[in-house]
């Protein structure tokens, strides 16, 4: 195949180097820097480089912002040959999938909605690796209308790349799941950093630590917008932790230790049965491709 990637940052750039490494397919590159697109030339991560619209491309795949993708699809979809696979990486899905399948549909494109869940602390094409999706989940959000050829070749395409494992989920529960798993976590470890103690933390610190500020370091023009597209969802389960965490701060003020020990088993015994589900699930992959 011949496949256009537009947007040259640390998923798309991660995607062009993880196609060339695992096969044969011809990658372009599409980005607004042409320092990036040089060095990609140079590095072996793309063949070259082109446009949405130029119309040569068996595969296009969106690595960009969602509220980027769709307007550059609405604007380029006249251009784009009927038969070609339209593929978006974005973060969140909701209204788009249905939307741009709609779209696309119509103009004969065939559109599939993924998400590959791989980052690192780093963004931009200079962080991109080319196993950064090794082992990885991808969701893929397939409504009414979703070309199953398509589906099929882009799920293909992931396993060569080397993703461990391919989830199907609507838009909507996508994006209800992105707000616990991720935009949570997010505004959890922003707001933890900002406390006095930070600054002499360093020597007092272990990997529970590491584990809580890792994201801290995230693009704030990037996910300001990402938690406002998914606002909703992300409001449910922030709310639900205040609600936890104020459980918690309650026994404090109260000096309640048989309240704490019970919130404190209650989230171990949560922990311990998805765990342990995990495991089952492990055990039963592990026999299905023995």
């Given at each position: 195949?011949?496949?256009?990637?537009?947007?040259?940052?640390?998923?798309?750039?991660?995607?062009?180097?993880?196609?060339?490494?695992?096969?044969?397919?011809?990658?372009?590159?599409?980005?607004?820097?042409?320092?990036?697109?040089?060095?990609?030339?140079?590095?072996?991560?793309?063949?070259?480089?082109?446009?949405?619209?130029?119309?040569?491309?068996?595969?296009?795949?969106?690595c960009l912002h969602q509220r980027i993708a769709i307007q550059m699809v609405q604007e380029a979809l006249?251009?784009?040959?009927?038969?070609?696979?339209?593929?978006?990486?974005?973060?969140?899905?909701?209204?788009?999938?249905?939307?741009?399948?709609?779209?696309?549909?119509?103009?004969?494109?065939?559109?599939?909605?993924?998400?590959?869940?791989?980052?690192?602390?780093?963004?931009?094409?200079?962080?991109?690796?080319?196993?950064?999706?090794?082992?990885?989940?991808?969701?893929?959000?397939?409504?009414?209308?979703?070309?199953?050829?398509?589906?099929?070749?882009?799920?293909?395409?992931?396993?060569?790349m080397g993703f461990g494992k391919i989830v199907t989920a609507t838009p909507m529960w996508h994006d209800?799941?992105?707000?616990?798993?991720?935009?949570?976590?997010?505004?959890?470890?922003?707001?933890?950093?900002?406390?006095?103690?930070?600054?002499?933390?360093?020597?007092?610190?272990?990997?529970?630590?590491?584990?809580?500020?890792?994201?801290?370091?995230?693009?704030?023009?990037?996910?300001?917008?990402?938690?406002?597209?998914?606002?909703?969802?992300?409001?449910?389960?922030?709310?639900?932790?205040?609600?936890?965490?104020?459980?918690?701060?309650?026994?404090?003020?109260?000096?309640?230790?048989?309240?704490?020990?019970?919130?404190?088993?209650?989230?171990?015994?949560?922990?311990?049965?998805?765990?342990?589900?995990?495991?089952?699930?492990?055990?039963?992959?592990?026999?299905?491709?023995?």
């Amino acid at each position: 195949m011949r496949i256009l990637v537009v947007g040259m940052g640390l998923i798309g750039g991660s995607i062009c180097k993880s196609i060339k490494a695992a096969t044969s397919h011809a990658v372009y590159g599409c980005d607004v820097q042409q320092a990036v697109l040089d060095d990609a030339i140079a590095d072996g991560a793309i063949d070259g480089t082109g446009t949405i619209t130029d119309g040569t491309y068996d595969m296009i795949v969106l690595c960009l912002h969602q509220r980027i993708a769709i307007q550059m699809v609405q604007e380029a979809l006249p251009k784009i040959p009927a038969g070609t696979i339209l593929v978006d990486t974005c973060g969140l899905k909701g209204r788009m999938v249905r939307d741009l399948t709609y779209r696309c549909r119509k103009a004969g494109v065939r559109y599939v909605g993924t998400h590959p869940m791989a980052g690192r602390e780093k963004n931009g094409y200079y962080a991109s690796i080319p196993n950064l999706f090794q082992n990885a989940n991808l969701i893929v959000t397939p409504v009414d209308g979703t070309d199953e050829a398509a589906l099929d070749t882009v799920k293909e395409l992931a396993d060569q790349m080397g993703f461990g494992k391919i989830v199907t989920a609507t838009p909507m529960w996508h994006d209800n799941m992105i707000a616990y798993t991720s935009q949570l976590a997010h505004v959890v470890s922003s707001s933890y950093v900002k406390d006095f103690c930070m600054d002499d933390a360093l020597s007092f610190s272990g990997g529970s630590f590491q584990d809580m500020t890792r994201v801290a370091t995230m693009d704030e023009s990037m996910w300001a917008a990402l938690f406002l597209d998914n606002r909703d969802n992300l409001l449910y389960h922030l709310d639900l932790l205040i609600e936890n965490l104020t459980d918690y701060r309650d026994a404090l003020k109260q000096r309640d230790e048989e309240r704490l020990q019970y919130l404190i088993a209650e989230g171990r015994q949560i922990q311990e049965e998805n765990v342990r589900k995990r495991q089952e699930q492990n055990e039963l992959q592990k026999g299905e491709t023995a």
